[in-house]
């Protein structure tokens, strides 16, 4: 599975642009659709996807400027450039920060499904990479219900493992340590942990990277079990409460991070910290729900209920029902149903 993130100002065409995607192939899922570039960068932090889409000209963070900063961290990803302008410049210049393909407005089904297919190569590639990642935001969020200290160890288990990854390309490497030292960092400066004092490593030294994460990672486990003693924050509250009401309409990190008038990175790491879970993931579980109560007690068909829940179109919402329950929405119904 190819992991896709987009990004677009304009709704209807972020909507047309992710239903292409998904119609695109099976081994395509887009985790993620923002509508400006600071919105996206988050979503990156968040998500990490191995294929990123996004338009030229959007507001707070240009495509330009996105993918100059996802070149700056060193960050292993696919980027495709959605552009209305034929500007020799622009491709010059998206060619110096690493995307693989420019491609013009009105862009069409069949130029976007060609460039998808030929993105595969190199989205192979990234399928390695992208299982350390998922490993480790696995081993963050806690999820197997391990004791810290073990969960601890199991991510220095982890880090001597992608350090012991000798025969791939040292790009790739230092891609996922900035990754997991970006992350690390966002998880501190949450808890208001500094990490100044965390030793200095060497990049060719083995023993002091590990100890330089072993350190970050003590840390964050501390702030964890201070936080744990706390209640979720009122502003956490309400925006559980305002997603609940309002679930069936589009709900971006953009638009929750206005309303609680915090940074969208801010807002994104809080809610996560404090919910155990993703905005995307968590209005996606409130519409599952939904889903599941309509299939029980209407008989509607899955396309409508996947317009009256929210989702943008049926493909997505069966992906996301059979991830999330275990059946597809029609089997959930023959099964469940009475």
């Given at each position: 599975?190819?992991?896709?993130?987009?990004?677009?100002?304009?709704?209807?065409?972020?909507?047309?642009?992710?239903?292409?995607?998904?119609?695109?192939?099976?081994?395509?899922?887009?985790?993620?659709?923002?509508?400006?570039?600071?919105?996206?960068?988050?979503?990156?932090?968040?998500?990490?996807?191995?294929?990123?889409?996004?338009?030229?000209?959007?507001?707070?963070?240009?495509?330009?400027?996105?993918?100059?900063?996802?070149?700056?961290?060193?960050?292993?990803?696919?980027?495709?450039?959605?552009?209305?302008?034929?500007?020799?410049?622009?491709?010059?210049?998206?060619?110096?920060?690493?995307?693989?393909?420019?491609?013009?407005?009105?862009?069409?089904?069949?130029?976007?499904?060609?460039?998808?297919?030929?993105?595969?190569?190199?989205?192979?590639?990234?399928?390695?990479?992208?299982?350390?990642?998922?490993?480790?935001?696995?081993?963050?969020?806690?999820?197997?219900?391990?004791?810290?200290?073990?969960?601890?160890?199991?991510?220095?288990?982890?880090?001597?493992?992608?350090?012991?990854?000798?025969?791939?390309?040292?790009?790739?490497?230092?891609?996922?340590?900035?990754?997991?030292?970006?992350?690390?960092?966002?998880?501190?400066?949450?808890?208001?942990?500094?990490?100044?004092?965390?030793?200095?490593?060497?990049?060719?030294?083995?023993?002091?990277?590990?100890?330089?994460?072993?350190?970050?990672?003590?840390?964050?486990?501390?702030?964890?079990?201070?936080?744990?003693?706390?209640?979720?924050?009122?502003?956490?509250?309400?925006?559980?409460?305002?997603?609940?009401?309002n679930f069936k309409e589009?709900?971006t990190l953009t638009e929750?991070?206005?309303?609680?008038?915090?940074?969208?990175?801010?807002?994104?790491?809080?809610?996560?910290?404090?919910?155990?879970?993703?905005?995307?993931?968590?209005?996606?579980?409130?519409?599952?729900?939904?889903?599941?109560?309509?299939?029980?007690?209407?008989?509607?068909?899955?396309?409508?209920?996947?317009?009256?829940?929210?989702?943008?179109?049926?493909?997505?919402?069966?992906?996301?029902?059979?991830?999330?329950?275990?059946?597809?929405?029609?089997?959930?119904?023959?099964?469940?149903?009475?």
């Open positions: 599975m190819y992991t896709v993130l987009v990004a677009e100002n304009e709704p209807w065409v972020l909507k047309g642009i992710v239903k292409m995607v998904e119609e695109a192939g099976e081994e395509f899922e887009v985790v993620g659709a923002c509508s400006n570039g600071e919105e996206a960068w988050s979503m990156i932090q968040e998500v990490w996807p191995m294929l990123l889409i996004t338009d030229i000209m959007m507001p707070d963070l240009d495509g330009l400027s996105l993918c100059k900063r996802i070149k700056e961290h060193q960050l292993s990803l696919v980027s495709i450039i959605v552009s209305g302008y034929d500007n020799f410049q622009y491709a010059q210049k998206a060619m110096t920060y690493g995307v693989s393909e420019y491609l013009l407005k009105p862009l069409e089904f069949e130029l976007l499904a060609e460039t998808l297919n030929r993105s595969k190569e190199k989205l192979e590639s990234l399928k390695h990479l992208n299982s350390y990642i998922v490993k480790f935001q696995t081993l963050l969020d806690n999820r197997q219900g391990l004791q810290p200290k073990l969960a601890l160890n199991k991510q220095i288990e982890l880090f001597q493992a992608v350090l012991r990854m000798g025969y791939i390309q040292q790009n790739v490497r230092v891609s996922l340590l900035n990754i997991f030292e970006h992350k690390l960092k966002m998880l501190l400066e949450e808890c208001d942990v500094s990490f100044k004092d965390a030793p200095p490593y060497d990049a060719s030294d083995d023993e002091s990277i590990i100890r330089y994460y072993t350190v970050m990672l003590e840390k964050w486990y501390l702030s964890q079990n201070k936080a744990g003693e706390s209640s979720m924050p009122k502003v956490i509250e309400q925006s559980c409460r305002y997603i609940k009401e589009e709900i929750m991070a206005a309303l609680t008038n915090f940074s969208v990175s801010h807002f994104s790491t809080l809610f996560k910290k404090h919910t155990g879970s993703s905005l995307v993931n968590y209005v996606n579980g409130i519409k599952i729900e939904e889903a599941k109560k309509l299939l029980l007690s209407t008989s509607y068909s899955v396309s409508e209920i996947t317009e009256i829940v929210g989702f943008s179109t049926t493909p997505y919402f069966s992906r996301v029902f059979k991830t999330t329950v275990g059946l597809s929405p029609l089997e959930y119904r023959k099964r469940m149903g009475t």
